[in-house]
């Protein structure tokens, strides 16, 4: 199973233009099963009102950039996977769609909400979503869960045996995180972050690149610097997802101990 990531730098409040890169990539890039992009790929990050953020956003799957890249997992026959800013009910939610060339889309609202996301987002309300394709079973998460092993947790117990992680990472320790979710779910986890800074409002952010592929063991497959930009991918096995013994006597999941997981 081909699976990659598209590491770029959005540009801030253009979405036209960062839609024609991102159509252009997905268009004449390798043939994967699955293209993971990084969160608010649309738009960019740095917003500053929550205003500005609505206007961006989008229904899903009913807006013009879902549409579009339905059509690309249509066309790419592959699930495409995006973050953007998506606006339900009155509220907007930093999101992540899969879209799969079935015409099916899958939506996550990220639940641990970062800084000054907490002013300009709702926290996600749908839980961690984990669905099947071609045979392999899938999990999405965002950025910033990466801190909260209850996410990546809450997908492995669905069977999600490899994690789906766009990401804006702008903290040190993001992709060696993403090792420990890995290894302690037994699990593949591909992370696309984002390359580039943005300076809005005397704000000042500096994403850390670094898109990676790690295994099941936590073992970096792939990982590329922090510039980089472009399609990278890895043909991996699953299955090798569904061996999670530690020990002949130890299985990360099977071992839980919730009745012991209380406070005193
Ligand atoms: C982040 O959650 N975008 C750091």
Redesign the pocket.
């Known amino acids: 199973m081909k699976v990659g990531f598209l590491q770029f730098a959005p540009e801030f409040g253009n979405k036209a233009a960062n839609l024609e890169r991102i159509r252009r990539w997905v268009l004449e890039g390798p043939s994967l099963d699955v293209l993971v992009l990084p969160?608010l790929a649309t738009t960019g990050?740095l917003f500053l009102s929550p205003e500005e953020v609505a206007q961006e956003a989008e229904p899903i799957p009913e807006g013009p950039s879902s549409q579009l890249f339905l059509d690309l997992a249509r066309q790419r026959n592959l699930t495409l996977v995006v973050g953007l800013a998506e606006r339900a009910d009155h509220r907007v939610y930093n999101s992540a769609a899969a879209y799969l060339p079935d015409g099916t889309t899958v939506v996550y609202r990220k639940v641990h909400l970062?800084w000054n996301?907490k002013d300009l987002f709702a926290p996600g309300d749908l839980g961690f979503p984990a669905w099947t394709f071609r045979n392999a079973r899938f999990g999405l998460m965002?950025?910033?869960d990466w801190y909260f092993p209850e996410a990546a947790r809450s997908l492995a117990l669905q069977g999600a045996e490899i994690l789906l992680h766009p990401?804006?990472?702008?903290?040190p320790w993001g992709q060696t995180g993403m090792q420990y979710r890995a290894l302690e779910n037994r699990v593949f986890a591909v992370t696309a972050n984002r390359t580039g800074e943005e300076r809005r409002g005397g704000q000042h952010l500096k994403y850390t690149g670094g898109s990676q592929i790690v295994a099941p063991n936590g073992d970096v497959l792939l990982r590329v610097g922090r510039e980089t930009e472009g399609i990278f991918f890895v043909d991996l096995d699953p299955t090798a997802a569904r061996d999670k013994q530690i020990t002949p006597k130890n299985h990360p999941l099977e071992d839980l101990r919730p009745d012991q997981y209380r406070l005193p």
Do not use: T
């Open positions: 969160e990050y970062f996301e965002i950025c910033f990401a804006n990472l702008v903290l």
